[in-house]
């Protein structure tokens, strides 16, 4: 209440203030006009004294009403400011005022603001106050849901651009890739962990507190006083090391768990490196890997066991379609161990029959390889429509074997 009391005082005063410069305006004004026309009594037609004359005209009459104007615009803008008129509008939500289309909500407009006696002193209309609020919200909120919805698309057009891309590469360059974005993963959990690593241990040596140095200390005692000063010197720095010691014994207990999250945070951390470091030389061995071409893609799609598609819709009518896929068929390049490696394409088909574009669902960096457990795969498309129903239609793309 005190500081609407001062909001209120501040712009009474201002409105005073303002009303007062209006005031002193026209008088001097007033004033020079009746100078201009002493002058005039003089010599009328004197050239000198015509400008002098209109712009002293101008301002008995335009000035004062120019400075007026200005300043009720200002005071109009700070009775009904955004930010007053939100505040306002919140409170009044609080307070369940909902809508003032209904008698009952503006009934208690008008006992809330019995208490507010800055509505009385500046004379600010509530309802128009509460509109104001109202629209500003709402245009925050459209505006804060638009940002959202725009890095949503943003991410997801990001998303299906990088599927497309990966769905044009030969063989090899798809498997390079892939396993540069793996190693590229590694590098970004290796980077946070470190730093999550050195935090803790910074946080654990900013804890701890240096003893002091008692020989250095006791020397000078001994120099200027002699052995007794030095003795009860040392004894002193003595008894202050012990209390540091048994300060920093209890904070070392307290640190414990950090301690201990920095040990699984160093063992995730060497786990993290092995990880990169295997993939960084899968590399080097995809740029020579064999890869077999001739297979027709419907035979390897059909060597394969894919699950119901799953489909997920978001908010923005992006769809994202999910599988699982196996294979038990064993292919080989020569004698080596060859696994299944490519595209599957979903089609997304509306309720009418019509298709609405498709997902494209990349196997993984190593590809489908036989007897070993079902890989999820997943692909994006954005060219569908929000709160539609899709049905997926799976069928092979550029589907080709590859050395394991």
Known sequence: MGRKWMWAFWSLMSQMAGNLIILVVFIMSGLLGMLAALSMLYDPFR????????????GIFGVPWIWSAVWLNIMESRKYSSERAEEFYKECIKKGIKNLSDSTDRQRLQLLIADMVEFEILDIDPEKLFEIGEKSVKDR??????????????????????????????????????????????????????????????????????????????GIASGIGGVVPAAMTAARIEKENQDIRARNAARQVSLEPVQEEMATAGNELLE???????????????????????HPAEE????????????????????????????????????????IDGIIIAKLVSKGGEPAGC??????????????????????????????????????????LIEE
Request: proline share 5%.
């Open 47 to 58: 050239p000198s004294f015509i400008p002098i004359v209109v712009s002293v005209v101008i």
């Open 141 to 218: 909120n459209k505006a804060e849901k638009d940002k959202k919805w725009n890095e949503v698309r943003s991410s997801e057009l990001k998303r299906e651009s990088e599927e497309k891309k990966i769905s044009e590469m030969p063989p090899r360059d798809k498997r390079v890739y892939l396993c540069k974005k793996e190693v590229e993963y590694y590098r970004n959990c290796i980077d946070s962990t470190s730093r999550a690593i050195n935090a803790a241990e910074a946080l654990s040596k900013a804890m701890q507190e240096k003893e002091k140095d008692g020989s250095v200390s006791a």
């Open 300 to 339: 390897l799609f059909a060597a394969m066991k894919i699950t119901r598609p799953m489909i997920e819709q978001s908010e923005t009518g992006a769809v994202v379609v999910s599988v699982r896929a196996s294979s038990e068929q064993v292919y080989k390049i020569g004698k080596n161990k060859a696994v």
């Open 272 to 294: 993290l490196l092995r990880e990169k470091t295997k993939w960084s030389k899968k590399i080097e061995m995809a740029k020579i890997k064999l890869v077999d071409e001739k």
């Open 359 to 400: 997902a494209r669902l990349c196997l993984p960096a190593e590809g489908i390889q036989s007897g070993v457990g079902p890989e999820k795969l997943s692909g994006i498309c954005t060219s569908t429509q929000p709160g539609q129903h899709y049905t997926v239609e799976l069928s092979p793309g550029k589907l080709w």
